[in-house]
């Protein structure tokens, strides 16, 4: 049996890799800030229609299926989630620091979920506290350097898909709960 390994996330994970530039000309766009999604729950996203709307300065970072988006201003909300199959025309805000598993080495979703443990959260707020902002922040370099122990890619996935199941069931009993509310 394979040994688990060590790695920081920035030996996992690209950062931030994909920039959006007014040049490509997009006839719309999408827009998600970091406080719209709270612990993968997406709530408002933001439409623009250019160039007669005015896109925010912050509308930035251009994201794919899979990619692990954390907001890096006050861990402690949870403003995180992992993209599933986002649209083409989807930018999120330049407060997220934007992740993309590398193939082969690490499945996404379990480095979502060990990103998002509150053990960790907490650590990131504590980090984010002794920042020299107005308000609690991490720079996207402090969770490059997070260490994660990662076993072998077929247990990752494994592991994650378990994990996944939970919150599938965690979701749709959620849902039934609201259904008899109402």
């Given amino acids: 049996m394979e040994e688990w390994k060590t790695y920081k996330i920035k030996d996992i994970c690209l950062v931030n890799t994909d920039q959006y ?3 490509e000309g997009w006839q719309t766009i999408l827009y998600l800030d970091t406080g719209n999604i ?15 709307d005015e896109l925010p300065s912050r509308a930035r970072r251009k994201v ?11 861990p402690n909300q949870r403003h995180y989630g992992i993209l599933n199959h986002p649209a083409d025309n989807l930018l999120v805000s330049t407060g997220f620091t934007v992740l993309t598993a590398k193939p082969g080495i690490a499945d996404p979703f379990f480095v979502y979920y060990y990103l998002t443990q509150p ?10 506290e002794q920042s020299v902002s107005a ?3 991490l720079k996207s370099s402090d969770i490059e350097e997070i260490e ?4 072998p890619i077929a247990e990752q996935k494994r ?4 994990l996944r199941s939970l919150d599938s069931k965690i979701e749709l009993n959620i849902r039934i709960n609201h259904n008899l509310a109402a």
Avoid: W
């Avoid at 997406?42 to 250019?50: A, N, T, V, Y």
């Avoid at 053990?119 to 984010?128: N, R, T």
């Avoid at 592991?159 to 378990?162: N, W």
């Fill in 21 to 23: 530039s007014a040049k």
């Fill in 38 to 52: 709270t612990e993968n729950h997406i709530g408002d996203i933001q439409f623009f229609s250019l160039p007669s």
């Fill in 64 to 74: 794919k299926h899979n990619d692990i988006i954390f907001s890096t201003v006050r």
């Fill in 119 to 128: 053990e960790l959260i907490d650590y990131l707020q504590g980090v984010a």
């Fill in 135 to 137: 308000y609690p922040s």
């Fill in 148 to 151: 994660i122990a990662l076993p």
């Fill in 159 to 162: 592991l994650s898909s378990v």
